[in-house]
């Protein structure tokens, strides 16, 4: 079982239902029994965030962040004005991991972030899609190609689902990315690159358990992409495969 501590969800999930009602939504998902919550567009919401989080009893340990595609200083007073020490940037562009060259510049890009998020008292982090695990130079995923250029103090979010789409045994993956694995997206689905078909983690094809397994200390946080039913329904039931079930 996951200790509910170490559970989050990514808010990008459930962005229909903030658009609909900000404070309602944060307050089912806390209703559910999550604790930790992952933000996307950081800034925008930071002051919504700032009220509606201490009153639903949430925080956020981490959050995404265009960092390599925007002014990185308002994304660090974001973070530090809600508590946040990791701040994961969740997408570099496809055409940037053809190349053992460019997968080094972005891996340069990265740590030269880290470098200014010290001072800020927070860590950076790089979020895969599929696109990073396709991508082979010499036999190794692009995604570790990148792992091999980064500063220690960088960490990596695997998105366990789009890991396996791309092609790669995510527990060995994960097994040779070892301790810099500090967070797990954690997704369900039928393993294709349709949206829609994603579920709550457990009622998939993906090999859930024996991805946590690789990887025990990393921070879980719950993500679906999209959803073709009610999104909450998909939101409680990854919560309860985690928190009662087999999950590691």
Known sequence: ???????S???YTVRYKL????????????E???KLVEPFGLVGLAPKLAEALPKYGLSAPSTHAALLREESGPIFEAAK???ITTVIDPHVDPARWQTAEDIQATAEALNKAAVEAADHGITVGYHNHHFELVSQIDGRHGLEILADHLSPEVILEVDTYWAAVG????PALLGRLGDRVKALHVKDGDGTLNNKAQVAVGDGTIAVNDILAAAPAALRV??????TGEIF????GSFTYLTEGDAA
């Open 1 to 7: 079982m996951v200790a509910v501590e170490n559970l």
């Open 9 to 11: 969800l990514q808010l």
């Open 19 to 30: 658009e609909e009602d900000f404070d309602a939504t944060l307050a089912r998902i806390a």
């Open 32 to 34: 559910i029994g999550y």
């Open 81 to 83: 004005q809600l508590g």
């Open 167 to 170: 092609g790669a045994d995510v």
């Open 222 to 227: 719950v993500e679906l992409d999209d959803y």
């Open 233 to 236: 329904d998909a939101v409680a």
